[in-house]
């Protein structure tokens, strides 16, 4: 996707009707937040809607290393804001 994926742009092809695309989006944000709840459910009652497996949609809990870089990268990110 060459646009810019946001929840609020997720949610707008989700109200639309666009499933599969909400669904792609809502799966790159699972990516790059996997811990948020919001998008894990949405993207629980899309894969409903699209007849997905749940197998073909969850995601396995990450590892405490994944955990770790996870929470590095955004101890990074607030640094970073707090210096602009």
Known sequence: ??????KT???V???????QEAYEMFRTLSE????????QNRLKEL???LSLSS???HQPAPSDDEKVRL????????QERRRE
């Open 71 to 78: 929470l590095k990268r955004w101890l990074h990110n607030i």
């Open 9 to 11: 742009l997720a949610e």
């Open 1 to 6: 996707m060459g646009e810019i994926i946001t």
């Open 55 to 57: 197998t073909s949609i």
């Open 32 to 39: 790059k937040d996997p811990f948020d709840v919001e998008i």
């Open 13 to 19: 092809y989700f109200k639309q009707g666009h499933l």
């Open 47 to 49: 894969g409903e809607k």
